[in-house]
């Protein structure tokens, strides 16, 4: 910007001085001195106003000479810049997309606004990839200025979806400010993924049902969690610091739920066979397939496909205990 400036104040400087010049050596009036520097600059040879003097001569000499590489130098400049910052966004426009296109198994996040960006800094925390999606530019030029991958168009796009590689994706989010754009979302994301995990923001209560019939696993309306929250820890204050421990990835301690597989190590041991203690891991509950939740969970329980773990540990015994990926 400021060599812009720069180069921009040359079209005022370089007709003044000429002026100046004119007016001081040939003692003409300002207008035929002005006249005389912009037809000299320009270099279209209409005929002087007077007879020049050598001084003048001399003078016309240094200040075509000096003009033309001042234009010629700002006139290159000018199409550096402007080459330059198309060439600049046709590359960053291209490592995006290559970005985009290698995504898998990942999140797509529906909305940069505060609440998208706040879930988009949770995810990059916990290193997990994940692409936002917004319409507005603006939003979108901050969401790549924190080097986050996004994509600019409408969530309720089929297409925009599938660029977004909705069919390789682990789950989605639609946190966008309108519950009908939300729900169309939804619709679109289940419709093209049939398995996709869809979690979504509902702003007023009316719409969390017509969001469950569109397909979305989760609803979650911010006002009343909210309240929840507040609730809880109005009755209970210790109950915060208790999550800050769980969500402070500097300590290494993860709460987690694990889906037992089919086959998997997990299958047809009980929880005194794995010894999860002696590891370092809290099961706090299971919940059996047929919805049943066990808490405390009995240490001779027999886990069984599509069961689910609720536990507490450092995030490597984890990993190493339930097959978690990193």
């Keep these: ?7 921009l104040s040359f079209l005022i400087i370089l007709p003044a001085a000429g002026t100046l010049g004119f007016w001081v050596i040939e003692g003409w ?7 005389m520097a912009i037809i000299t600059l320009s270099t279209v040879g209409y005929e002087v106003v007077e007879p020049i003097s050598d001084a003048g001569k001399v003078f016309i000499i240094i200040y075509i000479i000096t003009s033309l590489s001042i234009v010629i130098y700002s006139l290159t400049k ?4 402007a080459v330059g910052g198309e060439l600049k966004s046709i590359l960053r426009r291209r490592l995006m997309n290559q970005k985009i296109n290698a995504l898998h198994e990942h999140y797509i996040v529906c909305g940069a606004g505060r609440m998208g960006a706040a879930i988009c800094s ?3 925390k916990a290193k997990e990839p994940f692409i936002v999606i917004d319409k507005d530019p603006e939003k979108i030029d901050q969401a790549r200025e924190r080097g986050w991958i996004s994509l600019e168009g409408d969530a309720t796009s089929d297409e925009v979806l599938k660029e977004a590689q909705l069919q390789t994706a682990l789950c989605i ?3 966008l400010p309108n519950d009908s754009d939300n729900l169309f979302t939804v619709m679109s994301a289940r419709l093209l993924n049939h398995s996709l995990k869809i979690i979504s923001r509902a702003n007023d209560e009316s719409a969390i049902n017509k969001l469950k019939r569109a397909g979305a696993n989760r609803i979650v309306n911010p006002y009343s969690t909210g309240a929840v929250k507040i609730s809880q820890l109005m009755i209970n204050p210790q109950l915060e610091e208790f999550i800050e421990i769980l969500g402070d990835k500097e300590l290494g301690i993860d709460l987690t739920i694990t889906h037992v597989e089919r086959a ?10 794995l010894r999860f203690t002696d590891q370092g891991i809290i099961v706090i509950a299971i919940r059996g397939k047929n919805g ?7 240490k001779n329980y027999v886990l069984n496909a599509s069961d689910s773990l609720v536990t507490v540990g450092t995030t490597e015994s984890l990993q190493s205990a339930l097959d978690i990926k990193s």
């Design 1 to 7: 910007m400021r060599t812009l400036a720069t180069l």
């Design 29 to 35: 009036s300002f207008l035929d001195s002005l006249y």
């Design 78 to 81: 000018i199409g550096e810049m």
């Design 122 to 124: 949770q995810l990059e």
């Design 173 to 175: 989010t639609t946190v």
């Design 264 to 273: 998997s190590k997990l299958e047809g041991k009980t929880l005194e066979d």
């Design 292 to 298: 049943k939740i066990l808490l405390p969970p009995p």
